[in-house]
């Protein structure tokens, strides 16, 4: 069972990386952060969904293994706009 969101999923990863920084480019505004606690495909979605509501993000994508989150969006989102996002799907940011 995944103790992080009490799913019925069996896994073990390890999820610890180091957060990056926020860029721009012609596809938008990008920003990385580290996601710690998720430990299988329902963790990544619970965070994907509570950060593509966040005004302007146009993709997520996370990197189970790592924790890595990309965030990309039409103009720089606040970073505490994404901590509050993962923070209520059940996780913390590094």
């Known amino acids: ?6 799913c019925s999923t069996d896994t073990t990863t390890d999820t610890t990386a180091d957060a990056g920084t926020g860029s721009s480019t012609s ?3 990008v ?6 606690g998720m ?4 963790c990544v979605s619970s965070v994907t969904e509570e950060i593509q509501q966040i005004d302007g993000v146009r ?6 293994t790592t924790g890595a ?3 990309t969006a039409d103009q720089p ?3 505490d706009a994404v901590t509050t996002a993962v923070r209520e799907a059940g996780y913390q940011v590094a």
């Open 1 to 6: 069972m995944c103790t992080a969101c009490s």
């Open 59 to 64: 993709d997520v994508a996370v990197d189970l």
């Open 77 to 79: 989102v606040p970073a």
């Open 69 to 71: 989150v990309t965030v």
């Open 27 to 29: 596809a938008g505004e």
């Open 39 to 42: 430990t299988c495909g329902h």
């Open 31 to 36: 920003s990385q952060y580290t996601v710690i």
